[in-house]
């Protein structure tokens, strides 16, 4: 699985040519270019629904130092807000009702390589704290646990809206949103088509 993400995540698979486009891919390639390991920036991506702002990240991830380690993906809509915690941070033997044995969660599995948070905007505001503390201190603790666990994890983030809107309304917090905003791109919405009208008789 591995490969075959890599070999459809380099830069020529981006499809694209208008002048924000290759501006777009210039910053990530250069950024993956430079960044030593335990040193990568985050990153902030953001563009419309259907733009590509995955497959962006997987280019970032595949071209640079961390390429032989884990890409993980976690899409922050799709999964309630009370299950999200354990996702990332994972949980402990007897954490919760149904906790019957310990799981790593998402920061671990990607030690050493790439954790893409998809629509980050959608994070509830009590779990943006920890998010913060665990990318400002490279250190988690498991849901239930007594032991924090160092990782070293490169965090791509991406959102639809404008999270700077969402600082101001209050619903993003300022100090994280800061902390991601490190490298910032801006994809480019898609061409919009107009359909021909179709002749009936």
């Known amino acids: ?11 020529s698979t981006l499809v694209g040519n208008s002048a924000e486009m290759r501006e777009v891919v210039d910053v990530l390639r ?4 430079r ?28 071209n640079g130092v961390r390429r032989n380690h884990a890409f993980v993906e976690l899409n922050c809509a799709a999964i309630p ?5 354990s996702e990332l941070f994972g ?3 007897g954490a919760f009702t149904d906790a019957r044995t310990s799981r790593a969660g998402l920061f671990e599995t990607a030690h050493q390589g790439t954790l893409f948070l998809d629509e980050i905007g959608s994070m509830p505001t009590d779990l943006q704290a920890k998010l913060l503390t665990a990318i400002e ?3 988690i603790r498991r849901l239930g646990g007594r032991q924090s666990v160092l990782v070293d994890v490169q965090i791509i983030a991406a ?7 969402k600082v101001k309304s209050g619903a993003f917090r300022a100090d994280l949103y800061h902390r991601l905003n490190v490298v910032s791109v801006t994809i480019p919405p898609l061409p919009t088509t107009s359909i021909p009208p179709v002749d009936t008789v």
């Open 1 to 11: 699985l591995k490969q075959r993400d890599a070999s459809g995540s380099s830069w």
């Open 30 to 33: 250069r950024v993956s270019e």
């Open 35 to 62: 960044t030593t390991r335990g040193m990568a920036p985050t990153t902030l991506i953001r563009g419309e629904t259907g733009t590509g702002k995955g497959l962006l990240a997987k280019c970032a991830h595949y």
């Open 81 to 85: 807000g009370t299950l999200l915690e």
């Open 91 to 93: 949980y402990e033997r």
């Open 137 to 139: 201190e490279k250190r």
């Open 159 to 165: 959102s639809h809206t404008d999270l700077g809107e």
